[in-house]
């Protein structure tokens, strides 16, 4: 049987003009210990004729309903036997050197969570840096948990590698949740392990187009009082004893949103929200002040890549 390390979950929903993109991208790390599974959900605009065409090179299921990304990725998940679960999504695209990256950190430290820096790009996926090489040190800060992440991150489903057993034993995504969806399962794996942040290099390529959920600020507002009553609900691990930690974290998700709110006019959401949230966010610059008193945590380096074919897999 096929010894798999890493099971590389890509999901998509009506993007066809992007989906070769991303598969593309996944098969090209290459290797014996990668497997590549893709969930379209319910599309209608033939994407799945598309993904047909890559015949055994993908592990492919195409759902009868539209359920939204985080069922979608829990599907992908149940269908894996890796080690690691390295979400793509649809409109998104692995670098070339990605794998390698993840492995070198993973074989080093043995994270429970990585989470990945990002370029961003519109139109074409941009082939000149599409060749780039990672020669540069692999430069990164490693946590005992999610919640001591002293430094901010773009959080995307496409920049998230996590232990299989741990993001199960959380239940994986939320299947209700959607905007807010990579914050939630931030929370959820708060303390389920170390996590390593990579500053650098970039790893995956971040499409911006008009379609990007990012776009959608009222769904985020609205998202932010699930998070709050998540945590209010004793939802989210840690007890009575971290919950300064977990305010915080949900501080800043409820204060960058409020911005982005007021940008669009949308007032009364955001009063709802920073009435709702306010502990939340008064425990944020609260942390904040104690980071610039104390200091971050340190960025480690790491010269050259790890082999993935002499790598222990055991």
């Known amino acids: 049987m096929k010894l798999v390390r890493y099971s590389i979950v890509i999901t998509c929903y009506n993007q066809r003009d992007f989906i070769r993109d991303a598969v593309n991208s996944a098969l090209a790390q290459g290797d014996d210990d990668t497997e590549v ?16 065409e890559y015949g055994d090179r993908i592990t492919f299921r195409q759902m009868d309903r539209n359920g939204g990304p985080s069922r979608s990725r829990n599907v992908g998940a149940s269908m894996a ?3 690691y679960l390295v979400f793509l999504d649809g409109d998104d695209a692995l670098m070339p050197h990605a794998l390698n990256i993840y492995n070198t950190i993973i074989e080093r430290r043995r994270p429970m969570l990585v989470l990945a820096a990002i370029s961003q790009f519109s139109g074409l996926v941009p082939q000149a840096r599409l060749e780039e090489a990672a020669n540069g040190p692999l430069k990164f800060v490693e946590y005992s948990c ?3 992440k002293d430094r901010p991150a773009f959080l995307s489903s496409s920049a998230t590698v996590v232990d299989r057993e741990a993001f199960l034993a959380v239940g994986g995504w939320t299947p209700d949740i959607f905007h807010g969806d990579n914050k939630d399962m ?3 794996l708060g303390y389920a392990g170390s ?17 990007n959920s990012i776009n959608d600020i009222s769904s985020f ?3 932010g009082h699930r998070l709050i009553a998540n945590e209010r609900s004793g939802h989210y691990p840690g007890g009575r004893a971290r919950a300064f930690e977990r305010y915080a974290a949900l501080g800043v998700f409820v ?17 709802k929200l920073t ?9 944020g610059a609260v942390q904040r002040c104690v980071i610039r008193l104390k200091g971050l945590q340190p960025v480690e380096s790491i010269e050259g890549l790890e082999s993935r074919r002499s790598s222990n897999h055991g």
Request: glycine share 8%; proline share 3%; aromatic share 10%.
């Open 186 to 188: 931030m929370m959820k």
């Open 195 to 211: 996590l390593v942040l990579i500053l650098e290099p970039k790893t995956v390529f971040y499409r911006v187009h008009a379609g």
């Open 81 to 83: 036997n890796g080690q």
């Open 146 to 148: 999610a919640m001591s």
């Open 221 to 223: 507002l609205k998202s």
């Open 275 to 283: 009435v709702a949230g306010f502990p939340m966010v008064l425990a």
């Open 37 to 52: 599974i893709v969930v379209d959900d319910a599309s209608s605009d033939g994407s799945c004729e598309v993904l047909k």
């Open 255 to 271: 204060f960058f949103w409020s911005m982005k709110g007021l940008t669009v006019g949308l007032w009364t959401d955001v009063a």
